[in-house]
């Protein structure tokens, strides 16, 4: 473990933090997605994903998506959060056309407004545990400021013991834990997460599923695609994806 690192971790021991305030009402609309539809392929190969999917998520609202494997649930999230384009349809985020932005619109959008937790978590392997948290307030020139969040963040998903490691030294579940650990890091108003409890125990899961409640309360966005009973419950909303569209 680097100086940095243990200095970082020996904040976790601090006052809890509050979470930053954020602009905007809570029950006031987020994301607003209209028609949105994805093709993949082309000619006889071509796979309708999405098919005029609609989707309202508003501040401090937690939405689940369930739906079988290979009904679009991943490519969803992926339109939702800018990292793909819809062949069709409208995607507002926080008044945003996310789906008329340029390269680096997507890219500002990302950085400020989104919070990804990705089904293959997506850690970059030439960092720690904790420069992988600390990455996203990086980028958005905040490193310093998230030490302590990144701290509290790995304390309370039971990653302090293990946080100076590299992706490759790490079991699945931890690396899955980091993952939401770097997506909560900046407070953006909008998280992802693509089953984020897949690979986790129960109370790992519980902690997780409790991260992302507390995050909702506290007037973000969730919208949760996942398997997983525990999560369904807590959720204000559950849809399930079925022939290209959401249904109640
Ligand atoms: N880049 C791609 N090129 C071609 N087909 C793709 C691509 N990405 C996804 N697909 C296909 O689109 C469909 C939807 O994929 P998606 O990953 O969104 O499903 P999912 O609901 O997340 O499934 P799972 O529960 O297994 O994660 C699948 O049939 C998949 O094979
Ligand atoms: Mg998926």
Same mark, same amino acid.
């Given at each position: 473990m680097t100086p940095e690192h243990s200095l970082i971790l020996s904040v976790a021991a601090g006052p809890s933090l509050v979470a930053r305030p954020i602009l905007g009402v809570v029950g006031s609309v987020l994301v607003r997605a209209r028609g949105l539809a994805k093709t993949y392929g082309e000619g006889h190969a071509a796979v309708r994903v999405l098919d005029g999917a609609d989707l309202d998520v508003d501040?401090?609202?937690?939405?689940?998506?369930v739906g079988r494997s290979?009904?679009?649930?991943?490519?969803?999230?992926?339109?939702? *959060?800018? %990292?793909?384009?819809?062949?069709? $349809?409208?995607?507002e985020l926080d008044g945003d056309r996310v789906d008329r932005l340029d390269e680096r619109g997507l890219t500002d959008v990302r950085r400020r407004k989104v919070g990804f937790v990705f089904q293959a978590f997506h850690l970059l392997p030439e960092l720690s545990g904790i420069?992988?948290?600390?990455?996203?307030?990086?980028?958005?020139r905040d490193g310093l400021e998230a030490a302590p969040r990144a701290a509290e963040l790995i304390e309370q998903l039971g990653l302090s013991e293990?946080? *100076?490691? %590299?992706?490759?030294?790490?079991? $699945?579940g931890e690396q899955?834990?980091?993952a939401v650990a770097r997506a909560l890091v900046n407070d953006p108003p909008l998280l992802l997460a693509d089953e984020p409890t897949g690979n986790l125990d129960e109370e790992s899961g519980a902690a997780v599923l409790d991260l992302l409640r507390r995050a909702a309360d506290s007037g973000r966005a969730v919208v949760l695609v996942t398997h997983d009973r525990a999560a369904t419950a807590?959720?204000?909303?559950?849809?399930?994806?079925?022939?290209?569209?959401?249904?109640a």
């Open positions: 501040r401090g609202d937690f939405v689940a998506v290979g009904s679009g649930k991943s490519t969803l999230l992926h339109l939702l *959060g800018g %990292l793909d384009r819809p062949d069709a $349809g409208e995607i420069e992988n948290v600390l990455l996203p307030a990086k980028l958005a293990v946080a *100076g490691r %590299l992706p490759s030294a790490l079991s $699945g899955q834990r980091l807590l959720a204000d909303r559950v849809f399930r994806l079925e022939a290209g569209r959401l249904v």
